[in-house]
């Protein structure tokens, strides 16, 4: 073909992080057949989905059977129920307020988050390193550049704003993947003090919200001045394990403006041209995760995976093994002993404990020598893991 091609994706970095683990580990298995591997690398959740949001998509399900209750193609922007259910969350759980006219539901936060850069011009843009790799690559892709904050242990992995005047696009995840670090509220206003003196925007990724349980932000609209410059960007995924019936929400101001331009008005505009909305099955679900039973019943699953932070934390400190998260997030970062790089920690741990955990350095340069485990896995296998670490370390 003569045709140009989007010649952005040369410049991605070739994304082998999870391909190499899953390669190194798969070659362990076939020359160890006897001995069973543990992940703690997954970043899946393990546990069914709540009996509550089974019972909504079995309804759902029966009316789509039905002539009078049967619907074809959703709202692009979801339907009112689901809408005014996660605007109700904020009321009432956050005590934030946002209106169902603010909230686009869509099939999960990655492709909000990927879909943004649509609606966004040519800025700076300044992403965390370490970070989840989606802020990155989606910018590189459409051919803007990037530049980095360093998150390190100097900063508790919270890069603080630049000391310039420059308007930026500043992608923030709080609860941190991989770092499981946490903004406070000062902290966070910080940020929103820097994007309103500026004009920024900040893009902030709240898919771990629903794992703090210390008196810290769970949104960015908990500080004062953030509906003058905040994109919220969040998912069904972690919080009642829909990684697989994917929903997730973008919540845009409707007063967002940019000079002319309002966000909410173009983000809707832009999910009406290229999106067709979530099934209203998943909708229906994902109604019932904001119920009072729904709520209760996601916070047990989130639960569980957080004793299995515990577990892990508790060991690790045990060992004077330095990490951050495992509290308010279902990562733990650690930092790896005894001098190894994150790639050789990893062959360390999978050869003499069997466990597969993830390589700082794959999520950012400023990731070497720290190492990611995740709680999503059974209760059964974190134990056996934190007995095997308990031995090796
Ligand atoms: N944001 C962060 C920080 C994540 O870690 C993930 C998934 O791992 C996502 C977004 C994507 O979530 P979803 O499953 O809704 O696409």
């Not at 140009?4 to 160890?32: C, D, I, M, W």
Request: with cysteine; glycine share 8%.
């Amino acid at each position: 073909m003569k045709i140009k091609v989007n010649e952005n994706f040369g410049n991605l970095k070739p994304n082998y992080l999870f391909s190499e683990t899953a390669q190194k580990a798969r070659k362990y298995r076939a020359e160890h057949p006897d001995q069973k591997v543990i992940s703690l690398g997954i970043g899946d959740v393990t546990q069914p989905l709540a009996p509550v949001v089974i019972e909504a998509m079995q309804k759902a399900v029966l009316e789509m059977g039905v002539k009078e209750t049967f619907r074809g193609y959703a709202p692009e922007y979801g339907y009112d129920f689901i809408r005014e259910a996660i605007a109700g969350y904020y009321v009432n759980k956050l005590n934030i307020a946002v209106k169902a006219n603010e909230v686009f539901v869509g099939d999960g936060a990655k492709s909000d988050l990927g879909n943004i850069v649509d609606i966004l011009g040519d800025n700076r843009i300044l992403i965390p390193d370490p970070v989840y790799p989606v802020y990155m690559d989606s910018n590189i892709m459409s051919g803007r550049s990037v530049t980095l904050l360093p998150a390190t242990a100097e900063n508790n992995f919270l890069p603080t704003p630049p000391d310039d005047d420059i308007p930026s696009v500043v992608y923030l995840c709080s609860p941190n993947n991989p770092t499981g670090a946490v903004y406070d509220y000062d902290k966070l206003k910080k940020w929103v003090d820097y994007a309103k003196k500026t004009g920024s925007l900040i893009i902030f990724d709240s898919a771990y919200e629903s794992y703090i349980r210390e008196d810290l932000p769970h949104s960015i609209f908990a500080i004062e001045g953030a509906r003058d410059c905040a994109i919220e960007i969040n998912s069904l995924s972690k919080m009642a394990g829909f990684t697989g019936t994917r929903m997730g929400y973008t919540v845009i101001p409707e007063t967002l403006t940019s000079g002319e331009f309002n966000l909410n008005k173009m983000w809707a505009r832009r999910q009406a041209t290229k999106f067709n909305g979530v099934p209203y099955v998943v909708q229906r679900a994902g109604e019932a995760v904001f119920t009072e039973r729904g709520l209760k019943e996601c916070k047990d699953l989130v639960d569980y995976y957080l004793e299995n932070a515990k577990l892990i934390a508790e060991l690790l400190e045990k060992k004077g093994v330095w990490f951050t998260g495992g509290v308010n997030s279902p990562y733990i970062w650690l930092k790896c002993p005894d001098g190894f790089d994150s790639w050789s920690f990893f062959d360390y741990l999978l050869e003499k404990a069997q466990i597969i955990g993830t390589p700082g350095v794959g999520f950012g340069a400023n990731g070497e020598g720290y190492f990611r485990l995740t709680s999503f896995g059974s209760r059964e296998n974190t134990l056996e893991a934190v007995a095997r670490l308990d031995k090796l370390l």
